[in-house]
């Protein structure tokens, strides 16, 4: 979308409509602003921003280098340039895996194929609804994205003692893409949220109880038997006996077409290759076209939805997969506008998250003065403190010490055969660190990783374990080793390099203090780095 | 239910996963950021009466199903009562299995209630029923026994966390057990005897450098208190509090003494009860020790002659621990099953489950030792006096502890909710 | 040879019994009960009658032994009583009765040779020694560090074994009162948890007296204990391991018994998670048992008629286990009985061998 410069100029100085509409950002703005008549909060400063729209694009704090340099730089377009930039970045699409694995698989595990599929989706932009078509009705043919099938595949893996949960699956398709938990809603319609009926549930059921992992693959792959007749269900409340075939709530059943027997086989099943058939009728591929499309209002909303949190923190409907008429968004003609935005726009999620960083609402401080002390989170009267994640702990505190130049570069492989606990020798692999900072602070598999939550464990590991506390020694290049050839101005170059600013005055006397008078300079410096990585501001993202 | 599903893993038939203030969107009303949601905060009103910070509870978990009949309720020479003799206790008229002589000398210092009447004969289900205290289902899930104490009484001034679980298996942080609560009220366990991972300072930061670096911590802790919001941070603060409170009880972790593990003996049980009685002298609330395997459908009776003389040693080990130290005045000691075991004995020499008439023995702080009541028919197969049902036990043990627990509520978000099933109530012949 | 079996008759009383035993003429079927008695049956008659029973005893009347050459039965509760009878009296009496014989469970009892002594083992962790005329205890052998199973006298020449719950099997020095010689059966021990799993189920002696077989499970886990039913073989002479064999999978379990037949081959039964029963017949030179039933409900002893033709199989009703009170159509708790399961060799009219 182009400004028009001399219009914008004109409507400066009176009150001609704009010729053009007005950008998302502007329009976000609009909606958050009118909608509290209370003081919002001043703007971020510039290193609280460069801080944040770091880590929440790139999924890092800057270098030290990184930090200066926009720090130093004055030009009033320099936070769009700095967006623009690291949404470019190399980056980024590491960042948007990593953020997506979390929200999509939460924690159940790894798989090189499903983490193919994200890198190569977020290195060329892929559209949101087509990353979605690729989930719900993989394409084993494209060595890329066949991967994607690992998002029904791992969730119809047994786990302990239980059957296979073709019931969580439906579940989870209907909380990641549609923003609605039905899991209260199989045996009858939901006791509380009277949105949320027994047949939407089985609906989503019906496009998924035929499926089942291949066997006959070395990726992730997904298997349809043939689908004939309806399903059929029973409330535990209601009598009778109900039938639906596949359908998405609110929208269009998908016939299911009869076959004469032995033609329900596009391709027949193979037995000496144990390739399963592939029948001519496949509810995924009615839910890959349903699911993610523009006339979907519950997709495009659930899609605006997150991309908000992914940025805000919170999503507009908070609970994200719970939307309903009691649980309505916070400010509901942002997220219609938004939805419907997002899908005019092809579902360019870089696109969204490029216009929400340049909203005051993002770039808004969370700094506390008394005027927004009783602000409200939904109000984004301030900006709202937000975690960081197992990944972005690990990348921020490798590159704050400066460890990150220290390994060998590598391809951002996941899944190594490494086993490396702590007790063994720390061999700086990538793949080893991660598995040590997921131990410390993801939590179990299928816990949402939505709400701050720390734990005695990660504590620990940043007191006591071994990986982290080896990267505070001076090594050639790294932080400790910059601050052990410096004589003065400790302070400053500590900051910089681990909380991306400048120190305050008493912030500078105390650590200069500290660290000049200390008998032992070497040991002082690795005290101060460690108390800054274990810091509070450190670890949160605000 | 259609024939074609198995029945929803999601949807427990007394317990859906989320309540309705959470489903209806904690949102809209305003909610603080942070530790598990407002859920737990207790009303004002009865909070004062809680103020008794130095009650706590050992909880000893029998998991699998300990036999009546081969421990505190034996039919000798009936028509079920296998192989055991029974043997007279320091109360007279009361006798116990043969396989529990230790704890028939302290019998008097001991409550039993043989007149437990249940209603979940499956473990999956009837274990975290029974741990819940098998409250009315109000579309919550109830925390287990351990995190509504650690969320009623809190934690003690040790610092360390309220509730600690010691068992084999995995250790690390449990957050299932809290229900509604908030992963905070969750437990943390103690796996093997081992402490959790990292709790030794590395031998290349001394104490005197650890101290440095904390205060440094803390001095960039409060700088980016001055200008910020409280929960995060405070969470933050919380769990590098507990971190220290556990490095500084290491020695909780070291091999214990030779008198000790002699005293309590060598077994995983002895062993993890000695833990159990170290984390109550420093000052954790609530420790729940767990003994597992005692699921005897098969050969029920050889397993009960090698399982019993162990618990006995065990348990009677804590309970005279616990009152030389002058502990038992104060600290509530509980041990039970989800259930006990058939009078019938199967094919494979073993007894099934048992709901329908068991026993549950406690005793410590504010109840009645020496009260054995509770009485089973001739054959053990019917409770002939009052029955009492899991719900009347939590009121029992809340009362014990200086909780009213007819009038004691969690407000979850904004819902009240009784803290034991308000069908029941405190079994007044238990309490002192 | 082409063996098979099948079952005749399975007489069962009101009360769970253990190890029922043949009389000498083969006429009388007795077994110690679950409550403090022993039942006899009467095979004469049609429907093998119960006779009176044989009290005098408390819960657990498991250790049970015939006098080799008289008709005369000892037994030992499971709250330390020895007694010894003569069994075709109507009503017997005892000719002796023990009380605190043991100090609680009297496992196991065994005749020696000529049946003048005999010996006990229990719970106590004591075999003891005593004589068959007046009940009197002769010795007491402290050695085992576990509830001793089994007690068992080498058929020739008459040296003592007993085995215990650890899986340890001591051959004893009766003059010194001390161990002599040792066989390792820890192959069916394990300890999971705070259980004792395991140990010595049954133990024969091969007809010539040149190797002892133990029976018992490769214990997988404890609490509902699951594993591989086994046999061990040793030779006597030199108290080495010479056989391993499996008799099944992890549901058999137990190796509950194991006796010779007279044609020369083993029998051997098994009882697993309830309701698992086997009953094999097996050369040991052949991998392949020579005859099997697999469908029977769980097998814990075995015994052979005098006419070394009939077997007598205790075994445990179909349906014995269930969570939860199970009550009959009047509300009565209903408890398990043991069916005596009678099996004659099954041979075609036409194949009888000529007499």
């Known amino acids: 979308m182009k400004i028009y410069p001399l219009l914008a100029v004109l409507c400066c100085f009176c009150s001609i409509q704009p010729l053009v509409a007005q950008q998302l950002h502007e329009l976000i703005d609009q909606h958050i602003e009118q909608a509290s008549p209370e003081p919002f909060a001043a703007e971020s400063t510039d290193s609280e921003f460069l801080r944040r729209i770091y880590l929440d694009l790139i999924g890092q704090i800057p270098n030290t280098s990184e930090t200066l340099e926009f720090l130093s730089d004055t030009a009033t377009d320099r936070r769009s340039r700095l967006i623009d930039k690291l949404l470019e970045d190399s980056r980024y699409s590491r960042r948007m895996s990593e953020f997506f694995n979390v929200m999509l698989m939460e924690r159940r595990g790894i798989d090189p194929d499903w983490q193919l599929f994200l890198t190569s989706s977020f290195n060329k932009n892929m559209a949101w609804d087509k990353m979605v078509q690729h989930m719900v009705s993989p394409d084993t043919s494209n060595e890329t994205t066949r991967g994607s099938a690992y998002f029904l595949t791992k969730r119809l893996e047994k786990y302990g003692q239980n059957p296979t949960d073709f019931p969580g699956l439906a579940r989870d398709i209907g909380r990641m893409f549609l923003g609605m938990d039905l899991a209260c809603a199989q045996c009858h319609d939901h006791l509380f949220i009277d949105d949320y009926k027994q047949a939407d549930f089985q609906g989503l059921f019906a496009f998924i109880n035929n499926s089942f992992i291949r066997s006959d693959t070395d990726y992730p792959a997904i298997g349809m038997k043939p689908v004939k007749v309806r399903l059929e269900f029973n409330s535990v409340f209601e009598e009778g006996n109900f039938s639906t075939g596949p359908k998405l709530p609110g929208l269009s059943e998908i016939p299911i077409p009869e076959f004469i027997g032995g033609e329900e086989f596009a391709v027949e099943p193979n037995k000496e290759t144990k390739a399963p058939g592939i029948p001519k009728f496949n509810p995924l591929d009615f839910l890959a076209k349903q699911l993610p499309t523009a006339t979907n209002e519950s997709f495009n909303l659930n899609a605006a939805n997150r991309i908000w949190y992914?940025?805000?923190?919170?999503?507009?409907?908070?609970?994200?997969?719970?939307?309903?008429?009691?649980?309505?968004?916070?400010?509901?003609?942002?997220?219609?506008?938004?939805?419907?935005?997002?899908?005019?726009?092809?579902?360019?999620?870089?696109?969204?998250?490029?216009?929400?960083?340049?909203?005051?609402?993002?770039?808004?401080?969370?700094?506390?003065?008394?005027?927004?002390?009783?602000?409200?989170?939904?109000?984004?009267?301030?900006?709202?403190?937000?975690?960081?994640?197992?990944?972005?702990?690990?990348?921020?505190?490798?590159?704050?010490?400066?460890?990150?130049?220290?390994?060998?570069?590598?391809?951002?492989?996941?899944?190594?055969?490494?086993?490396?606990?702590?007790?063994?020798?720390?061999?700086?692999?990538?793949?080893?660190?991660?598995?040590?900072?997921?131990?410390?602070?993801?939590?179990?598999?299928?816990?949402?990783?939505?709400?701050?939550?720390?734990?005695?464990?990660?504590?620990?590991?940043?007191?006591?374990?071994?990986?982290?506390?080896?990267?505070?020694?001076?090594?050639?290049?790294?932080?400790?080793?910059?601050?052990?050839k410096q004589?003065?101005?400790?302070?400053?170059?500590?900051?910089?390099?681990?909380?991306?600013?400048?120190?305050?005055?008493?912030?500078?006397?105390?650590?200069n203090q500290y660290i000049g008078s200390h008998s032992d300079k070497t040991k002082a410096i690795e005290q101060a780095i460690w108390a800054l990585l274990a810091s509070n501001e450190f670890a949160i993202n605000h | 239910m259609s024939s074609h599903q198995a029945p929803n893993p999601l949807?427990?038939?007394?317990?859906?996963?989320?309540?309705?203030?959470?489903?209806?969107?904690?949102?809209?009303?305003?909610?603080?950021?942070?530790?598990?949601?407002?859920g737990g905060l207790v009303q004002p009103l009865v909070a004062e009466q809680m103020q008794q910070k130095e009650k706590q509870v050992l909880f000893i978990w029998i998991d699998g199903g300990m036999s009546q009949l081969e421990s505190w309720d034996p039919k000798p020479n009936t028509h079920f009562g296998g192989p055991f003799r029974s043997i007279a206790t320091s109360i007279p008229g009361v006798h116990i299995s043969e396989l529990m002589p230790k704890t028939s000398r302290i019998m008097h210092k001991l409550a039993l209630d043989r007149g437990v009447c249940t209603f979940d004969n499956s473990h999956s289900a009837g274990v975290p029923r029974i741990n819940r205290g098998d409250p009315k289902d109000r579309g919550v899930i109830y925390p287990y026994f351990g995190s509504a104490v650690a969320n009623l009484m809190g934690p003690s001034d040790s610092g360390l966390p309220p509730y600690v679980w010691v068992k084999p298996g995995s250790g690390g942080f449990k957050y299932q057990d809290a229900g509604f609560l908030g992963p905070k009220y969750g437990a943390l366990a103690i796996g093997e005897g081992e402490p959790p991972p990292n709790i030794l300072l590395p031998e290349s930061v001394d104490t005197q450098q650890n101290d440095d670096r904390n205060s440094l911590r803390k001095f960039a802790n409060q700088q980016y208190s001055k200008t910020r919001p409280a929960t995060f941070s405070e969470a933050q603060n919380f769990v590098f509090d507990t971190a220290h409170a556990l490095m500084k009880r290491r020695s909780l972790f070291n091999e214990p003494a030779p008198k000790d593990i002699a005293r309590y003996g060598d077994t995983p049980l002895g062993r993890d009860m000695l833990i159990g009685r170290k984390m109550l002298e420093a000052g954790v609330r609530f420790v729940k020790v767990n003994s597992y395997g005692w699921d005897t459908h098969g050969d029920n009776f050889n397993a009960h002659a090698s399982l019993m003389p162990r618990f006995d040693q065990a348990f009677t080990a804590v309970v005279e621990d616990l009152d030389e130290r002058g502990m038992l005045e104060h600290v509530l000691v509980i041990a039970m099953s989800e259930f006990g075991r058939t009078p019938r004995i199967n094919g494979h020499i073993g007894r099934d489950h048992w709901p329908e008439a068991w026993s549950i023995a406690m005793t410590g702080t504010g109840i009645k030792q020496g009260a054995i009541i509770g009485e089973t028919n001739t054959e053990g197969t019917w409770v002939t006096s009052e029955a009492h049902d899991i719900g009347h036990f939590f009121h029992t043990w809340f009362n014990a502890l200086g909780i009213d627990s007819e009038h004691t509520e969690y407000i979850n978000e904004g819902q009240p909710l009784p803290i034991a099933n308000d069908d029941c109530s405190p079994i007044q012949e238990l309490l002192a | 040879m082409d063996i098979k079996y099948k079952p005749i008759a399975a007489p069962v009383a009101d009360r769970q019994l253990f190890n029922a035993r043949f009389s000498h003429d083969g006429n009388m079927l007795l077994a110690g009960s679950y409550q403090g008695?022993?039942?006899?049956?009467?095979?004469?008659?049609?429907?093998?009658?119960?006779?009176?029973?044989?009290?005098?005893?408390?819960?657990?009347?498991?250790?049970?032994?015939?006098?080799?050459?008289?008709?005369?039965?000892?037994?030992?509760?499971?709250?330390?009583?020895?007694?010894?009878?003569?069994?075709?009296?109507?009503?017997?009496?005892?000719?002796?009765?023990?009380?605190?014989?043991?100090?609680?469970w009297i496992r196991s009892v065994a005749f020696s040779k000529t049946g003048d002594c005999f010996a006990t083992a229990g719970l106590d962790q004591t075999v003891r020694i005593f004589q068959t005329k007046n009940g009197k205890q002769k010795h007491e052998l402290s050695g085992h560090d576990a509830d001793v199973y089994h007690v068992l006298f080498h058929p020739e020449s008459d040296e003592l074994l007993s085995a215990d719950a650890l899986g340890r099997i001591i051959q004893w020095n009766l003059k010194e009162k001390a161990p002599a010689r040792e066989f390792d059966a820890s192959e069916t021990f394990l300890a999971h948890r705070l259980q004792d799993v395991?140990?010595?189920?049954?133990?024969?002696?091969?007809?010539?007296?040149?190797?002892?077989?133990?029976?018992?499970?490769?214990?997988?886990n404890g609490a509902t204990v699951q594993g591989v039913p086994i046999i061990l073989g040793f030779s006597w002479d030199t108290a080495e391991r010479t056989l391993l064999r499996e008799l099944g999978s992890t549901a058999d379990c137990y190796c509950e018994d194991l006796k010779f037949?007279?044609?020369?081959?083993?029998?051997?039964?098994?009882?697993?998670?309830?309701?698992?029963?086997?009953?094999?017949?097996?050369?040991?030179?052949?991998?392949?048992?020579?005859?099997m039933v697999s469908n029977l409900s769980n097998c814990h002893a075995i015994d052979v008629h005098p006419d070394g033709k009939t077997i007598a199989i205790t075994t445990t009703v179909r349906g014995s286990n269930g969570n939860g009170r199970k009550v009959d159509a009047d509300g009565n708790y209903i408890g398990n009985t043991?069916?005596?399961?009678?099996?004659?060799?099954?041979?075609?009219?036409?194949?009888?061998?000529?007499?």
């Open chain 3, 198 to 220: 395991g140990g010595v189920q049954c133990m024969t002696f091969s007809p010539d007296g040149q190797s002892l077989y133990v029976g018992g499970t490769r214990p997988k």
């Open chain 3, 37 to 104: 008695d022993i039942r006899r049956f009467d095979l004469t008659t049609e429907e093998n009658k119960e006779l009176a029973v044989i009290t005098g005893h408390n819960a657990w009347v498991q250790a049970l032994a015939l006098h080799p050459t008289e008709n005369l039965i000892l037994s030992g509760d499971s709250w330390g009583t020895l007694q010894l009878h003569d069994f075709t009296q109507e009503t017997p009496t005892p000719i002796w009765a023990i009380e605190d014989a043991h100090d609680g």
């Open chain 3, 261 to 291: 037949h007279p044609d020369g081959f083993l029998i051997a039964v098994s009882s697993g998670t309830p309701g698992t029963g086997k009953l094999q017949f097996i050369d040991l030179e052949q991998e392949e048992p020579l005859w």
């Open chain 2, 11 to 38: 949807c427990k038939p007394v317990e859906h996963t989320l309540s309705r203030r959470h489903l209806l969107g904690a949102g809209a009303a305003a909610s603080a950021i942070g530790l598990g949601g407002l």
């Open chain 1, 487 to 511: 004589d003065r101005e400790y302070a400053d170059t500590l900051y910089l390099a681990i909380l991306s600013r400048k120190p305050t005055l008493e912030e500078t006397n105390y650590f």
């Open chain 1, 310 to 484: 992914l940025m805000m923190g919170r999503g507009i409907v908070h609970p994200m997969d719970l939307h309903h008429s009691d649980n309505p968004p916070s400010h509901p003609q942002l997220l219609s506008l938004m939805g419907q935005q997002l899908a005019d726009n092809n579902y360019d999620i870089k696109w969204c998250i490029r216009q929400i960083a340049l909203s005051r609402t993002y770039q808004r401080t969370g700094t506390i003065t008394p005027s927004v002390a009783n602000a409200k989170r939904h109000e984004y009267r301030v900006f709202s403190e937000k975690p960081l994640s197992a990944e972005q702990l690990m990348w921020s505190m490798l590159t704050a010490t400066g460890q990150l130049n220290l390994i060998p570069p590598q391809t951002t492989t996941v899944g190594s055969d490494s086993t490396e606990t702590q007790q063994e020798q720390l061999g700086e692999s990538i793949d080893g660190i991660r598995t040590d900072f997921l131990d410390a602070y993801a939590n179990p598999p299928r816990e949402p990783e939505t709400e701050f939550a720390p734990s005695v464990r990660g504590a620990l590991f940043v007191l006591n374990g071994p990986r982290v506390l080896s990267w505070l020694p001076a090594k050639p290049g790294n932080l400790a080793d910059l601050l052990n």
């Open chain 3, 338 to 355: 043991s069916p005596i399961q009678l099996l004659s060799p099954d041979i075609p009219e036409s194949d009888s061998p000529a007499s």
